[in-house]
T-cell receptor
Framework: NAGVMQNPRHLVRRRGQEARLRCSPMKGHSHVYWYRQLPEEGLKFMVYLQKENIIDESGMPKERFSAEFPKEGPSILRIQQVVRGDSAAYFC?????????????FGPGTRLTVL | AQSVAQPEDQVNVAEGNPLTVKCTYSVSGNPYLFWYVQYPNRGLQFLLKYITGDNLVKGSYGFEAEFNKSQTSFHLKKPSALVSDSALYFCAVRDQTGANNLFFGTGTRLTVIP
């Protein structure tokens, strides 16, 4: 059973470009979470999605960031007009169900560098 | 609001000695606590969790953690450290509000010295 897959693993963008990060959850998991890790910091929650629905986006910046989890295909985290402060590691996690008891399984992350 | 504190940025321990990585938390109601480990350029791997029941929780790779409600702590322990345990360790918490996201501490870098 493959784990959570993220691609690309490394992404370099120039200021003003768009970044698209993809996440395929573990087989059988329908809940996806995105987290951001800045250097020397812990992970910060961004958004929680189920298929075709955004459940909680309380951690998402109000502008330039969006996320989707379509009926078919991976979840996408999209960052428009990137700035240097967006440089970070972005992790996706998945779980089989909602609920406070369930641990989340993390992907290897996408390291975004904005030049 | 939930919060997690890992008071030590760095912990060094000699191989074969016991190790402790500290974590304290603040939540409304009962906490649900998790430990994850992160190796360089990798994602987080789940180690163990406390939901309810026995205060001593056993997890992967010989790790265990003790839930202490009065001290609001959930320290990670291992009786005998291995060099391969060297990594970044994160404590995380959820509360009963139903929020599905995890609140993470800032991490503790464990170095096991041969």
């Amino acid at each position: 059973n493959a784990g959570v897959m993220q691609n690309p693993r490394h992404l370099v963008r120039r200021r003003g470009q768009e970044a698209r990060l993809r996440c395929s959850p573990m087989k059988g998991h329908s809940h996806v979470y995105w987290y951001r890790q800045l250097p020397e910091e812990g992970l910060k929650f961004m958004v929680y999605l189920q298929k075709e629905n955004i459940i909680d986006e309380s951690g998402m910046p109000k502008e330039r960031f969006s996320a989707e989890f379509p009926k078919e295909g991976p979840s996408i985290l999209r960052i428009q007009q990137v700035v240097r402060g967006d440089s970070a590691a972005y992790f996706c996690a998945s779980s089989p169900a909602s609920g406070v008891y369930n641990e989340q399984f993390f992907g290897p992350g996408t390291r975004l560098t904005v030049l | 609001a939930q919060s997690v504190a890992q008071p030590e940025d760095q912990v060094n321990v000699a191989e074969g000695n016991p190790l402790t990585v500290k974590c304290t938390y603040s939540v409304s109601g009962n906490p649900y606590l998790f430990w994850y480990v992160q190796y360089p350029n990798r994602g987080l791997q789940f180690l163990l969790k406390y939901i309810t029941g026995d205060n001593l929780v056993k997890g992967s790779y010989g790790f265990e953690a003790e839930f202490n409600k009065s001290q609001t702590s959930f320290h990670l322990k291992k009786p005998s450290a291995l060099v391969s345990d060297s990594a970044l360790y994160f404590c995380a918490v959820r509360d009963q509000t139903g929020a599905n996201n995890l609140f993470f501490g800032t991490g503790t870098r464990l170095t096991v010295i041969p």
